[in-house]
T-cell receptor
Framework: GAVVSQHPSWVICKSGTSVKIECRSL??????MFWYRQFPKQSLMLMAT?????????EQGVEKDKFLINHASLTLSTLTVTSAHPEDSSFYIC??????????????FGPGTRLTVL | DAKTTQPPSMDCAEGRAANLPCNHS???????VYWYRQIHSQGPQYIIH???NNETNEMASLIITEDRKSSTLILPHATLRDTAVYYC??????????FGAGTTVTVRA
């Protein structure tokens, strides 16, 4: 149990276009999902917290108008990188947090999406 | 959140136990110690967490000192597939995790 998927696993796009990344919890409902970004040889950096049915909470320095997050259901959150530029090229990872007592109160991570902007 | 200190890297032999230290001298009473690992180009994987008692699961054991200022993650029989970056994180709850540099563990045949 506790599987989180992401789609696509990798994407290449042209500068100025928008890219949508999906994060799904496959066997549990996640009221909270998180989006992270990881640049080469660096650690994960939390971008935003996504709560089902409400607006996402963004970390300081993350542009909410550039990284649009939608958490429309208990099993799906999407991250849209709008007007992508080469500096947005990164590894984007989501995680989902199931109801605490069932899974020892922890997060489960997706496999990541590698975005390359040309 | 309490800050953690981990060695940047360590090697261990396949089949032997790997002991990964973590210092968290400023940990507060209600903060848990979490361990995650990230294999290259994959998302992080939860390993184990604990408050003050030692914990064991199918992946690893977590030993927390009595004063809770440090802990050790033990992989009992390391395999080549355990090569990864291991993160020690201290938080009140598993929410908005903050990942440091971690320890790069290389298991050698």
């Amino acid at each position: 149990g506790a599987v989180v998927s992401q789609h696509p696993s990798w994407v290449i796009c042209k500068s100025g276009t928008s890219v949508k990344i999906e994060c799904r919890s496959l066997d549990f409902q996640a009221t909270t999902m998180f989006w992270y970004r990881q640049f080469p040889k660096q650690s994960l950096m939390l971008m935003a917290t996504s709560n089902e049915g409400s607006k996402a909470t963004y970390e300081q320095g993350v542009e909410k108008d550039k990284f649009l997050i939608n958490h429309a259901s208990l099993t799906l959150s999407t991250l849209t990188v709008t007007s992508a530029h080469p500096e947005d090229s990164s590894f984007y990872i989501c995680s989902a947090r199931p109801p605490g007592h069932l899974f020892k109160d922890t997060q489960y991570f997706g496999p990541g999406t590698r975005l390359t902007v040309l | 959140d309490a800050k953690t200190t981990q060695p940047p890297s360590m090697d261990c032999a396949e089949g032997r136990a790997a002991n990964l230290p973590c210092n968290h001298s400023t940990i507060s009473g209600n903060e848990y110690v979490y361990w995650y690992r990230q294999i290259h180009s994959q998302g992080p994987q939860y390993i184990i967490h604990g408050l003050k008692n030692n914990e064991t699961n199918e992946m690893a054991s977590l030993i927390i000192t009595e004063d809770r200022k440090s802990s050790t993650l033990i992989l009992p029989h390391a395999t080549l597939r355990d090569t990864a970056v291991y993160y020690c994180i201290v938080r009140v709850g598993d929410y908005k995790l903050s990942f440091g540099a971690g320890t790069t563990v290389t298991v050698r045949a």
